[in-house]
């Protein structure tokens, strides 16, 4: 109220001034400065003094907020106290429900070799990644003692803090070696390889092509890595030219910031979900065309394909120094723990201060190391091991054909295939009970399978419910012919 | 800054809840003197010039580039690493890099041996000189137990397993590689937690970034101590939900987030929070505090939040049964919603657990990431936790592992207590067997490690980036297996090893400003607190 007043009196008094001064205008325009100066002589008191008010009252309007939020919105302490009083978590955990598979894990008594005892019954396991049977290789275990014997277990620190040891250095340069590369680097853990990898050169604002059926680590990777992902369809690479096209477009639109934007492609060897081979010449010659590097995750492959086992660099007779980096676990066919990288020394070498799982991590213990160079020895020694792997692979994967009821997925090359139900039922719970009822069905007739387990609601791509079927060295024909004879009986009698 | 450091930490020293605490909690830290602090500054202004002028004259092939290069079929790709991605790393820590990955050639105890390497071309690649240096004292390792051995109950057990099992396991916990072996360590690791379940998992690192995504997610808000492990960052951050950051150990600053948490909600929406979640470490690695646990539970339990204890480093080596650092505080591990250790350090093995509720470890071993898509753990490792395990506990008959207990603390009191004797500047709780003692300028941290491996000690020296820019330092981890001359070797040496790379000393009129606290009614001879300076 006092502020309209106010107003309306600076108004009234305005216009008597501006009154007297019209009149005087004719005199001339100089005249004015000096009748201000008189005017405001002349003004009575009360005038001066209401004119000021209003000055100081508008210079107040000028700078004050209009609108405090704050000042209506601020809670008192009582207030704040009911707040914190009313507020109720969600529970830590939801429930799991009992008869959640994970909750009643397989018990394996005594070491998961050929001969596996699940649940006190002895099996021929057909369920590790086992697949050069060097789990229980005497020379392997004979090396790992040795090397207990000098070594103790742990290291007791991160490979920066005293936690090198002489057995990683010569593992790093024997991996380097086998993989005819100019350096590698090991981790202790094999999820965390390609996990850690990832993020310590792709940042922020970098693009990384996946193919969408990567396994969960790289996906954790891509996750950690906070660069833009982009699935193209599983190995079809015209989808990925389709992207890497579309990616085109897009730096000629912004060529200052395609010059600083990285970009990669992430592959697998071999699919640990699908169990096929990635077209790895197609994506060299993409590389190439469109400047992108390529990141090759080999856990299943290494070991595995190729006529040396070098993987699938060998098996297509790809140049190793095309593939940026090549990253694979020894948790497979190594047989120990843990996981390695290789390359070019320029890339390689970053991870030693970039790589997380590397840095902060302690580092392998020794005889795990030792154990995994023991594994390279026999594979270096008599590559005809790969040569009967691929003879039992192609073996079973052909007399697992036509089994009813359900499909094989996989290539002939692959040691880890999967069996799918060929009609599901559409719930995926009901087709997880099915295969399950298979895998208890051949293990009482004492052959040991597992179910390919995800998260489901994790995986970006979730791969229908499977049964999985690892093939290895040790698997003689007569043991695969049951195993596949057993299958096929349980299949007819779950499925029908 | 430095100032404002000196604030904060000034604040976080104030007393807050003395009766929470049922022994003194003495935790001692100093202001970093301007003097260091200006001369610090200048230290790295002056190897930044030097950097860029070396890079300098590196592009102009004045100076011969020795760094690997890119291949010429990819020269025209985008660069790899921007160019000042690498600037640290090129001019700064390859000046000293042969203070780290020492490669050992036996077994990490109370003394190591080490292949001996020279490098013929500035430190970017090292040679083996054939030489190995024996029985260097071993003031790096994680071992506070001592159970890094090769001989005795702990590897024989390991050998036996091994000669069993093999040493790989080659599927996951939830498919073919859940062996007898597990279930039996998972069930003692519970046992010596004092909680209801247990779950353990093949890599530390592992444990924390793998399972934190499956404990939160979007709308949980986590509230993370500034000084945590990368591993709890990495794991905050996959999860997905919002993180804020509390000042170190600081509780006015976390009751502070805990109560803006609740009362805004979250962000824009102010939907409330579904869960909040405190992370914190039991001893934090690079500042040998102790977490300030009783407080913590005391605000957990006030505010209705979660709490994430990671006990790295202090499972083991702290308390009187050795269970951590709920023992230590003599607190209730059921008060702890999450209790995450790794094997790594006290127990001589490798891999983590996390213990907790029933319902917790069920819902994590069907969710958690490690349990369904990673290797489980190598059978001689897991021997390793069991038998060291039961030597703690007094399970084995013996007062083996009560000796090393007693030893340990022993030790740690003796060589902080020797060590501020002497006026040098350290770190952290007087419980902690993590020492960190301060060399602020980047010149040192070379010459420190240095002069002291000649002096066959091997020491962890520490700066930039995984301390703040001035504040590097040398780090000492006390070990039940260090007997007392050898840390009165290790304290000598420290005198003698030259006016270059003597540490700082503390001001003795420092020493009786707030930055010593004390609690509960403690109360300390003015003898402590104004150490003489001749002990030097």
């Known amino acids: ?496 | 800054r430095i100032r404002r450091r000196a604030h904060s930490l000034a604040n976080h020293n104030v007393v807050r809840n003395p009766s929470l605490y049922n022994k003194p909690f003495v935790e001692s830290y100093e202001e970093t003197p301007l003097l260091v602090a200006v001369l610090t500054y200048m230290g790295y202004g002056i190897l930044t010039i030097f950097g860029y002028l070396r890079d300098f004259m590196r592009h102009w092939n004045i100076e011969k580039c020795s760094v690997a290069r890119e291949r010429d079929e990819q020269k025209d790709f985008v660069p790899l690493y921007q160019d000042f991605e690498n600037f640290y790393t090129r001019n700064l820590y390859t000046r000293i890099r042969d203070n780290w990955n020492r490669p050992l050639c036996g077994v990490p105890g109370s003394k190591m041996d080490i292949v001996e390497q020279v490098s013929h071309d500035y430190n970017r690649t090292f040679q083996n000189t054939g030489k190995i240096m024996r029985d260097v004292i071993n003031m790096g390792s994680y071992n506070y137990l001592g159970f890094a051995e090769n001989v005795g109950q702990c590897a024989d057990a390991a050998i036996q397993v091994t000669e069993k099992y093999g040493s790989g396991v080659c599927g996951t916990r939830c498919e073919m590689g859940n062996l007898d072996i597990h279930q039996e360590m998972e069930e003692l690791v519970a046992r010596f937690l004092g909680v209801e379940s247990a779950l353990t998992f093949g890599m530390g690192f592992a444990t924390n970034s793998m399972n934190i995504p499956a404990l939160a997610g979007k709308g949980c808000l986590i509230l993370s101590d500034e000084l945590n492990h990368a591993s709890l960052v990495l794991g905050a951050r996959l999860s997905g939900s919002t993180i804020r950051v509390f000042k170190h150990n600081n509780m006015v600053s976390l009751e502070k987030l805990l109560r803006d948490a609740i009362v805004h909600g979250q962000p824009r929406t102010h939907r409330p929070w579904k869960k909040l979640l405190i992370v914190v470490e039991g001893i934090y690695s690079m500042e040998g505090s102790i977490v300030r646990l009783p407080e913590v539970i005391a605000l957990k339990k006030r505010y209705k939040a979660f709490l994430y204890l990671d006990e790295a480093h202090s499972i083991g080596a702290l308390g009187p049964n050795g269970k951590g650092v709920v023992d230590y505080f003599g607190l209730d591990p059921k008060d702890v919603d999450i209790m995450m250790g790794t094997f790594t350090k006290s127990f001589g093995a490798a891999g983590g657990y996390i213990g907790g509720k029933r319902e917790l470890i069920q819902y994590l071993r069907s969710h958690s990431h490690s349990a369904v898509y990673a290797t489980s753990m190598p059978p001689p490792v897991a021997q390793q936790i069991i038998t060291s395990m039961t030597t703690i506990m007094g399970e084995d008959g013996t007062s083996l592992g009560a000796d090393r207990l007693r030893q340990l603390s022993e030790n740690t009191t003796y060589f902080r207590r020797k060590l501020r004797e002497m006026g040098f500047i350290i770190y952290g709780n007087d419980d902690s067997p993590v020492v960190p003692m301060m060399l602020y300028m980047p010149a040192k941290i070379g010459a420190f490690g240095r002069e002291m491996l000649k002096r066959n000690i091997g020491t962890v020296v520490v700066g930039f980036p995984a301390t703040p820019i001035i504040e590097s330092r040398a780090r000492f981890c006390v070990s039940a297996a260090h007997t007392r001359e050898t840390l009165d070797v290790v304290r000598g040496v420290r005198g003698v090893s030259g006016p270059l790379v003597r540490p700082w000393k503390a001001r003795r009129t420092r020493r009786s400003s707030p930055f010593i606290r004390l609690t509960k009614g403690s109360c300390v001879s003015s003898k402590a607190l104004h150490p003489s300076r001749h002990g030097a």
């Open chain 1, 1 to 496: 109220k006092l502020c309209i007043c106010c107003i309306c009196l600076g108004l009234y008094n305005n216009k008597n001034r501006k009154e007297k001064r019209k009149t005087k205008m004719a005199s001339g325009q100089q005249w004015v400065l000096v009748e201000m100066v008189q005017a405001f002589y002349e003004a009575p008191a009360y005038h001066l003094i209401l004119e000021g008010i209003l000055i100081l009252w508008i210079i107040r309007l000028l700078f004050s907020k209009t609108y405090k939020l704050q000042e209506t919105n601020k809670l008192t302490e009582k207030e704040k106290e009911e707040l914190i009083e009313e507020w109720q978590p969600d529970p830590l955990v939801p429930l799991v429900s009992k008869d959640h598979p994970s909750l009643s894990y397989d018990i394996v008594t005594g070491p998961p070799s050929h001969k596996i005892i699940i649940n006190g019954k002895e099996c021929i396991n057909f369920a590790s990644f086992n697949f050069l049977g060097l789990l229980d290789n005497d020379r392997v275990k004979q090396k790992a003692l040795t090397s207990l014997k000098t070594y103790g277990v742990g290291t007791c620190g991160p490979r920066g803090f005293y936690g090198t040891f002489d057995v990683h250095l010569e593992l790093e340069s024997r991996l380097a070696k086998f993989m005819k590369t100019e350096e590698a680097i090991i981790y202790s853990y094999g999820f965390a390889t390609i996990a850690s990898a990832i993020p310590a050169y792709s940042k922020r604002g970098d693009i990384v092509f996946v193919d969408e059926a990567a396994c969960f680590s790289i996906q954790k990777g891509l996750q950690a890595s906070r660069s833009v992902i982009k699935y193209f369809k599983h190995n079809d690479m015209e989808d990925l030219d389709r992207l890497l096209k579309e990616q085109q477009l897009e730096d000629h639109k912004n060529p200052r910031k395609a010059k600083v934007t990285r970009r990669f492609i992430v592959v697998e060897g071999l699919y640990m979900n699908t169990a096929d081979i990635c077209p790895l010449p197609e994506l060299v010659k993409m590389k190439y065309k469109y400047k992108v590097r390529i990141f090759l995750e080999e856990s299943l492959s290494f070991g595995v394909l190729g006529e040396h086992g070098r993987g699938v660099t060998e098996h297509f007779g790809v140049n190793i120094d095309d593939i940026d980096l090549i990253s694979a676990n020894m948790e497979n066919a190594i047989a120990s723990i843990g996981g390695f990288c290789c390359g070019r020394s320029f890339v390689i070498d970053h991870q030693r201060l970039s790589g997380q799982g590397y840095c902060f991590s302690a580092s392998l213990p020794p005889m795990l190391a030792a154990a995994a160079i023991e594994a390279l020895d026999i594979m270096e020694e008599d590559p005809d091991i790969f040569t009967v792997l691929r003879e039992k692979c192609t073996s079973v994967y052909h007399a697992l054909q036509g089994t009813s009821g359900l499909k094989l997925v996989g290539v002939p090359l692959s040691p880890s295939l999967h069996l799918q139900l060929e009609r599901s039922s559409g719930s995926r719970d009901t087709d997880q009970r099915t295969l399950r009822r298979i895998v208890d069905y051949v293990s009482l007739r004492e052959v040991a399978l597992t179910i390919a387990r995800y998260l489901e609601k994790e995986e970006r791509y979730l791969p229908p419910p499977t049964i999985r079927v690892l093939v290895t060295v040790e698997q003689t024909d007569e043991e695969i012919q049951k195993a596949v004879s057993c299958i096929k009986e349980a299949a007819l009698a779950v499925i029908s």
